[in-house]
Structures are given as structure tokens and as C-alpha cells.
């Protein structure tokens, strides 16, 4: 078979610290639990509990408050101890029930019961998707509902598409989810498919993957009609805008016309299996631990609410105090200012950075912002970090930035541009061809803040 990739740009993208792709190890039950009442991104849910309530596990204890907002369930049984508000970072509000696990389980261990998704309509199987919390497990946090209701009146045909692209190996855990939950991807594809009036199922799995594409299609295909396409593993292949390019290549050379594309990863379509079919809530997630600072980097099955300390520990702690945490992929990841903040259903991977050295570990995004500069000064957290970091380093005219970008621009040119605060219409519509896939932050040796700058260039002021 062919394999489609987009033409020009990227990187490939290697880490020994991420952890093996072997299989999951169930991690532990949290004593306490904090449960954010917010998706990331998104809308606050109304809590429907208060403080000294006890909660079943899988209880809703928020329900949802029209977009943007995903009803809660309690990831354990236990007593509200406090529903508490703090920052997690730069200055972002988090609201939450912290929950003492206490009591018996009710879903733990025990075989659901198997309902009949097909007798359903779309408008049911979207309500019980709505009803059971599902939202974007890839790193979003949007809710699969208002995913969903944007496709399911659409003017052209609908295609709904599996993603199954692995060009970063922190994506470990779906790595292991495909293989461990393949046939609750696949029902799940089916269901999303008939929510979303989805006419066509699309697989997009990476090249090195293929066995994996076979599987699946032949599982989904026996009830939907289906297709396989083996894309590249060059990073940022997995991204919406790479996938449409290399779909756009495929029906061209096929002739076919896939229309409007529904984008689910293996993690969202297992959740909404076990929605629609085990009327089950997102209460655990598979998720990558990892980082040149943990003693045994694995993927672990933990619950919702289970603090980051809890999950570095399970992986035998940290061989060296870490300077660096961070939620994500090294590349894109948010960095992490307390070992106390939750997992939640948008987090695929945690990792703790021991030093400076290595190639993608030293990437800015993920330093610790409130404190420290790279170079060591101490710097108010109210000052953009930005504009910090352009002061401190110095562009050296390499031009490896221009060789990555997959959209053709020049981050050089736009960053000098920026930094000198000339500003023009040419300028504004350049930069919003950026997508943030954070390529030419990667290979940059100077370590600029290129493509957040881009994205973002009111943050870059002072």
C-alpha cells in the first residue's frame, strides 16, 4: 500500500525517556481524588454536591452547562471533603471536588451489563454520550457532544475519522490502548459514526503500524463501510491540518470525496464505547509517565483525579530532583507547577526532566515560567516570558526553523519581525497559518520561542 505523508517539513521525533509501548500496569487507587469541575479550555460544570455529601463511584457531581462543558462523575466512592479553587498555571482558575476514597465500589472489578447501542437513533446515542461526560481524550478536553452536533447537520457528506498516527513517542499510551482495547475502538468508531450520521469510516494509522489498520478494519468494516490509509510517522503527521493534506492526496489518487472529517482518537472512541454500551463515565485513562528524572517510565491505568506524585512514585520515583514537569508531549507540554494537580481525562502523558542535556529535553516550553529565566535571574511571574527569552538569546541565522516548518513559513523572519514589534497586514495573515506544532522551537539551537511567539503575539510584549 501507498503511504501518503504531507510534503515538506516536520521532524522525526525520538526520546529514550518515554516509556515502552509494551503494555499498561494498573496503577493504584487514590486515597484523595481532585476532580476538576471544568474541561480543560472549556465552561465550568454546577456542582450538584457539596461538601460532606457521600458519592458512589461514577456519581455525577457536576452537570454540564451547555457548551464548552462536560457533565462529572465521581472517579471513587468516598465523602466530599472540599470543593476548592487554585491556580494551575498562568493564571488559570481550576475548580474542584477533592474527595476522600471511602466505601464499596460499584463499577471496580464487576462486568457491566451490555447494552444494545443498534436499536438506538443518533439523537439517543449523542444524549448518552452527553449524559456519561465523554469529552476529547487527545489533549482538548472539549466535549464529544459539541464535537459531534457541529457534524451531524452538515451539508456534505460526513466522514468519520480514526486517528492512529504515532510520530511522537509520548503517545505511548494510545499505542497500548490500541492494543490492548482494539475491539472497543472499533465499536466505538461504529457508534460515533451513527451519531454523526458519518456516511464513511476513514482509518489513518502510521505506516510502521500497519498490522494494527488491518485489525481494525477488518473488525469495523464488517458493518460500516471503510478505509484504510497508512500515513507517514514524521511529526506533526497526527495534526488535523497534516492529516486533510495527505486525505486530500489519497482521494485524488483514488477519486473519491470524503467530505467533512470528524477527527476521534483511539482513546475518545474507547470512552465512547464504554458509554453507549456499558453506560460507564470517563472515570481512568491510560496515560505515558515518563522523562529522564523517573526511575521506570511506564504506561499506567489510572484513575481520574489521581495526583501526578502518586503516578511518579508508582514508576519509582524520581532518580534526581526533576527541574522540569510538564502535561504532554516535551514539544507541546504545559508545564506543571505542583506534583498535587490531577489527572484528568485530557492528560495522555506526564513527564520530569533531570537536567539540560539531551536533544528535545531542553526545549523551553516545558520550564518551570513563574521563577526562573534559562539563564538563572529571577523574574516576577507577572512579566511575559515571552519577550524574556527573545532578550536572552539570540538568533544565530541557522535556518534550520525554515526546513521544518510543514506550512512553509519562515519563523525566523516572522520572529525578528515580531520582536521589533512591526506589525502589518502581510504580517497577521502569515502568522495565522501557524498552528503551534512547535517544529522549529525543536531544532532551534538557540532555543527561541519561535512558534509560541507566533501564535501568539500580543504575549510577546511587555
Same mark, same amino acid.
Given at each position: ?9 516536520? +521532524? ?31 465552561? %465550568? ?15 455525577? $457531581? ?17 465523602? +466530599? ?6 491556580? =494551575? ?9 477533592? $474527595? ?90 461504529? $457508534? ?8 464513511? $469510516? ?27 490509509? /497508512?500515513?507517514?510517522? %514524521? ?60 526511575? %521506570? ?29 510538564? =502535561? ?24 520530569? +526532566? ?24 529571577? %523574574? ?15 538568533? +544565530? ?20 519581525? /515580531? ?44
Amino acid at each position: 500500500m501507498k503511504v501518503y505523508s504531507f510534503p515538506h517539513g516536520g +521532524i522525526s521525533f525520538e526520546d529514550p525517556t518515554a516509556p515502552p509501548r509494551d503494555e499498561s500496569a494498573l496503577s493504584f487507587l487514590p486515597s484523595l481524588s481532585i476532580v476538576p469541575l471544568v474541561a480543560q479550555n472549556g465552561s %465550568r460544570s454546577l456542582p450538584v454536591v457539596k461538601p460532606g455529601d457521600t458519592v458512589c463511584e461514577g456519581q455525577l $457531581i457536576a452537570r454540564r452547562q451547555g457548551a464548552g462543558s462536560a457533565n462529572v462523575h465521581s472517579p471513587v466512592p468516598g465523602k +466530599i471533603l472540599e470543593n476548592t479553587t487554585w491556580n =494551575i498555571a498562568r493564571g488559570v482558575l481550576c475548580n474542584s471536588m477533592v $474527595i476522600r476514597m471511602e466505601g464499596a465500589f460499584s463499577l471496580l472489578g464487576k462486568t457491566g451489563h451490555d447494552y444494545d447501542w443498534r436499536t438506538l437513533s443518533p439523537f439517543e446515542l449523542r444524549e448518552l454520550i452527553t449524559e456519561f461526560g465523554v469529552v476529547d481524550m487527545d489533549g482538548t478536553g472539549v466535549p464529544v457532544s459539541d464535537t459531534i452536533s457541529l457534524f451531524h447537520r452538515a451539508h456534505e457528506p460526513v466522514t468519520l475519522l480514526v486517528r492512529c498516527v504515532f510520530d511522537d513517542p509520548w503517545l505511548a499510551a494510545d499505542y497500548v490502548l490500541c492494543q490492548e482495547r482494539v475491539e472497543s475502538i472499533a465499536l466505538g468508531a461504529l $457508534i460515533t459514526a451513527r451519531a454523526a450520521h458519518a456516511s464513511k $469510516i476513514v482509518l489513518a494509522v502510521s505506516e510502521p503500524e500497519k498490522k494494527l489498520g488491518i485489525n481494525l478494519l477488518e473488525k469495523i468494516s464488517t458493518e460500516a463501510e471503510a478505509t484504510l490509509v /497508512l500515513v507517514g510517522s %514524521r511529526y506533526p503527521q497526527r495534526n488535523t491540518r497534516e492529516l486533510e493534506i495527505v486525505l486530500h492526496q489519497y482521494e485524488r489518487k483514488e477519486k473519491q470525496h470524503f467530505g467533512a472529517l470528524l477527527c476521534m482518537g483511539p482513546a475518545t472512541l474507547a470512552a465512547i464505547c464504554d458509554a453507549v454500551t456499558l453506560h460507564k463515565p470517563v472515570l481512568d485513562r491510560y496515560i505515558a509517565v515518563g522523562g529522564s528524572a523517573v526511575r %521506570r517510565p511506564r504506561v499506567l491505568k489510572a484513575r481520574l483525579g489521581s495526583r501526578l506524585e502518586q503516578l511518579f512514585d508508582e514508576c519509582g520515583g524520581f532518580t534526581a530532583r526533576p527541574k522540569r514537569t510538564a =502535561i504532554g508531549s516535551p514539544l507541546l507540554g504545559r508545564p506543571v507547577f505542583s506534583l498535587d494537580e490531577p489527572v484528568t481525562a485530557a492528560s495522555y502523558a506526564v513527564f520530569a +526532566i533531570r537536567d539540560e542535556h539531551g536533544g528535545f529535553n531542553k526545549n523551553p516550553r516545558v520550564l518551570d515560567l513563574r521563577t526562573r529565566s534559562r539563564l538563572g535571574a529571577e %523574574r516576577p511571574a507577572s512579566v511575559p516570558f515571552k519577550l524574556d527569552y527573545a532578550r536572552a538569546n539570540k538568533c +544565530i541565522g541557522c535556518g534550520e526553523c525554515r526546513t521544518v516548518c510543514p506550512v512553509g513559513l519562515d519563523p525566523e523572519d516572522l520572529y525578528k519581525m /515580531l520582536i521589533a514589534r512591526v506589525f502589518s497586514r502581510e504580517l497577521g495573515l502569515l502568522t495565522a497559518r501557524c498552528h503551534g506544532c512547535g517544529c522549529c522551537e525543536a531544532v532551534c539551537p538557540s532555543r527561541l520561542p519561535l512558534s509560541r511567539l507566533i501564535i501568539n503575539p500580543a504575549g510577546g510584549g511587555s
